[in-house]
Each structure stands twice: as structure tokens, then as C-alpha cells.
């Protein structure tokens, strides 16, 4: 049973960083996209960051580019995303997810290029 375990939100300050992990356990995903979306109460859930399946490559949000980063720890099966100089308005559930496609450049930006999912880690930012 493949399963996305996300942690490391919680409440900070304006300007301050969070390390969100997300553990996949059940399969590797080494050699697939994985991403970062978030969502808002009563706001669809949208793209944050998305990882190329080589790693080679990254892709953000124009509202976060410059301040979050994604990376990958193939060994360990595991995906971050580094946020720093966080505002109010990154104040969301930030979910994990992952193409079942290997060696497959998709659409990153889209919830559908993704089959997997975390159950999402709160992130709240007070002004």
C-alpha cells in the first residue's frame, strides 16, 4: 500500500521557515514527479512546487518563487519543501503528491499529472 505521510507544519510567525517533510513509503518514487500543493479554507487547492522525476529540475508558484524550495532525497524516499520568509497568506493545508508514471515529464502544475496524495499538514502564519 503506497502512502504519502506528511509533517513538520505547525504555527509561526511572519517571516519565519518551516521544513515540511513528506515520507512515502509502499513504493519508490525516485524516478517519478512529486509535487506540493496547498489549500486555503474555502479556496481550491493550488500548486506550490513540483520536482522533475530526475531531479534535474524545479518548479514553483510565482507567490513563492525565491522563498520556498523543493528537493528530493531519493535514498531515504522522502520530499521537502523549504519555506522561509513566510507570510500570512501561505496559511494552508500543504499536501505531498506524486505520479505513478515513471521517466514522465507531465503538466506539474496540475492536481490531475498526480495519483498519489498525503492527508496534508497544516501551515499557519500569524501576522
Known amino acids: 500500500q503506497v502512502q504519502l505521510v506528511e509533517s513538520g507544519g505547525g504555527l509561526v510567525q511572519t517571516g519565519g521557515s518551516l521544513r515540511l517533510s513528506c515520507a512515502a513509503s509502499?513504493?519508490?518514487?525516485?524516478?517519478?514527479?512529486m509535487g506540493w500543493f496547498r489549500q486555503a479554507p474555502g479556496k481550491e487547492r493550488e500548486f506550490v512546487a513540483a520536482i522533475h522525476w530526475s531531479g534535474s529540475s524545479t518548479y514553483y508558484a510565482d507567490s513563492v518563487k525565491g522563498r520556498f524550495t523543493i528537493s528530493r532525497d531519493s535514498a531515504k524516499n522522502t520530499l521537502y519543501l523549504q519555506m522561509n520568509s513566510l507570510k500570512p497568506e501561505d496559511t494552508a493545508v500543504y499536501y505531498c503528491a506524486a505520479d505513478s508514471r515513471k521517466y514522465y515529464s507531465g503538466l506539474y502544475r496540475r492536481t490531475s499529472e498526480y495519483n498519489y496524495w498525503g492527508q496534508g499538514t497544516q501551515v499557519t502564519v500569524s501576522s
Open positions: 509502499g513504493r519508490n518514487f525516485s524516478t517519478s514527479a
